[in-house]
């Protein structure tokens, strides 16, 4: 798969969820069915079927049909595969409410991006997505640590976003006034102190990344030689020394704007993680829309797509939480093509006024996705977690694009 088909399938198996998880029945009739690589298809058929003789005992009729339908729908499924796919399938079905009493049916099928490891079934008013939405995550993490004399705070980087998990006042003395022997004592006390701090750090640090799965390294920063010490002297566990990046960064700050300092000092070293690849196409954009002709740069959807069809566009930038569909609009006397909000509000046609209806519609992301990869286009999906995708989203209507060449 290309790098575009990766991320393409990975954002659709994103807003199916996001659309799966929103639905909720008006019984206990939406069906889930979570099916692992080594069941057959002909013994969940088996199964399925004797669930559906089960439901003929529902007292409620409605519930009774719906159910049944959906158990038939989901056979009709399983019947296009011979096998179940690799890490297993996941199969949505039910009817959910529309306006007044109506219902419809929906039915998602899944090929989820991990393993799934029991066959699990399970009839109720919601959809059971749970074992789906860890899958959702960027396991990929970095720990973050920013220390000096007076505080330390422990965070993590997954994805695109930066946690604080612990924020520490050391209680230190910074300075004193006592000459002869006192100073003697006091110094040796503010080392005690210091040392004692140190200490509750790294066993706060091991207590939360010893045995974390993924995590990628530790980013060890701070404003001064606190930073060093703190590694150099081994008050960090012997493994999580080992995953320390070096060398370690410089910051100005040491409390949670301080790890936002940590993860910019070390963009460099934090290649493949969201963020980073983020920013850089972001920071390129905003270099190139900063030139006195906007130089190789073009933002807002109708310069986005007159570029991306001419095929000029080098690295089309689009934010993840963009919520728009491509429609076919007929009215009978023309058809026109539009980027709608909502495709099932009424939408007069552009042409003349007269009321249209939607002859076809889809998701505006794959909208791009398709035309990008007639043209060779690396489609970038900005996170709306992130600042990036949060000025994306604002400040450009959620998509911009990075030109291999500007149009006359």
């Given at each position: 798969m290309s790098d575009n088909s990766l991320d393409r399938a990975r954002y659709d198996f994103k807003k199916a969820m996001q659309e799966i998880?929103?639905?909720?029945?008006?019984?206990?009739?939406?069906?889930?069915?979570?099916?692992?690589?080594?069941?057959?298809?002909?013994?969940?058929?088996?199964?399925?079927?004797?669930?559906?003789?089960?439901?003929?005992?529902?007292?409620?009729?409605?519930?009774m049909k719906n159910v049944t339908s959906a158990i038939d729908?989901?056979?009709?499924?399983?019947?296009?595969?011979k096998t179940v796919p690799?890490?297993?399938?996941?199969?949505?079905?039910?009817e959910v409410p529309r306006a007044g009493d109506q219902t419809r049916m929906v039915q998602y099928s899944l090929e989820p991006p991990e393993d799934i490891p029991t066959f699990y079934y399970r009839c109720d008013s919601s959809f059971f997505t749970e074992p789906l939405e860890s899958m959702l995550i960027d396991k990929k993490s970095y720990g973050l640590i920013t220390i000096d004399r007076k505080e330390a705070t422990i965070g993590i980087l997954t994805?695109?976003?930066?946690?604080?998990?612990?924020?520490?006042?050391?209680?230190?003395?910074?300075?004193?006034?006592?000459?002869?022997?006192?100073s003697v004592r006091f110094e040796r006390l503010i080392e005690i102190a210091a040392h004692e701090f140190?200490?509750?750090?790294?066993?706060?640090?091991?207590?939360?990344?010893?045995?974390?799965?993924?995590?990628?390294?530790?980013?060890?920063?701070?404003?001064?030689?606190?930073?060093?010490?703190?590694?150099?002297?081994?008050?960090?566990?012997h493994e999580l020394r080992k995953?320390?990046?070096?060398?370690?960064?410089?910051?100005?700050?040491?409390?949670?704007?301080?790890?936002r300092e940590l993860v910019d000092a070390a963009k460099d070293t934090l290649v493949g993680i969201q963020l980073t690849v983020e920013k850089e196409y972001m920071q390129k954009l905003f270099k190139e829309i900063r030139k006195a002709d906007g130089g190789l740069s073009a933002?807002?959807?109708?310069?986005?797509?007159?570029?991306?069809?001419?095929?000029?566009?080098?690295?089309?930038l689009v934010s993840d939480t963009l919520k728009k569909y491509r429609v076919t609009l007929e009215c009978g006397a023309h058809t026109t093509v539009a980027t709608v909000d909502d495709p099932e509000a009424k939408i007069p046609c552009p042409e003349c006024g007269a009321q249209t209806r939607i002859a076809a519609q889809e998701d505006l992301i794959d909208n791009f996705f398709e035309t990008a990869d007639n043209f060779n286009t690396h489609v970038q999906l900005i996170s709306g977690d992130s600042e990036e995708g949060d000025m994306l989203l604002k400040a450009f209507g959620g998509m911009a694009a990075i030109l291999r060449y500007r149009l006359g």
């Open positions: 998880t929103a639905y909720k029945g008006r019984g206990t009739e939406l069906i889930s069915v979570y099916v692992p690589s080594s069941k057959l298809i002909s013994d969940v058929m088996a199964y399925l079927r004797e669930e559906q003789s089960q439901a003929t005992n529902i007292k409620s009729k409605t519930t729908s989901i056979m009709s499924r399983l019947k296009t595969y690799d890490k297993g399938l996941v199969i949505f079905c039910g994805g695109s976003r930066i946690m604080v998990l612990k924020h520490f006042d050391s209680l230190v003395p910074s300075k004193h006034h006592q000459g002869g022997q006192s140190y200490k509750k750090v790294a066993d706060h640090a091991t207590e939360i990344f010893l045995n974390k799965e993924d995590l990628q390294g530790i980013l060890v920063g701070g404003p001064g030689s606190t930073k060093d010490f703190f590694v150099k002297e081994d008050y960090l566990h995953k320390v990046v070096t060398p370690y960064f410089d910051t100005g700050y040491t409390d949670e704007s301080g790890l933002y807002g959807e109708n310069d986005v797509r007159r570029t991306l069809e001419a095929g000029a566009v080098d690295i089309l």
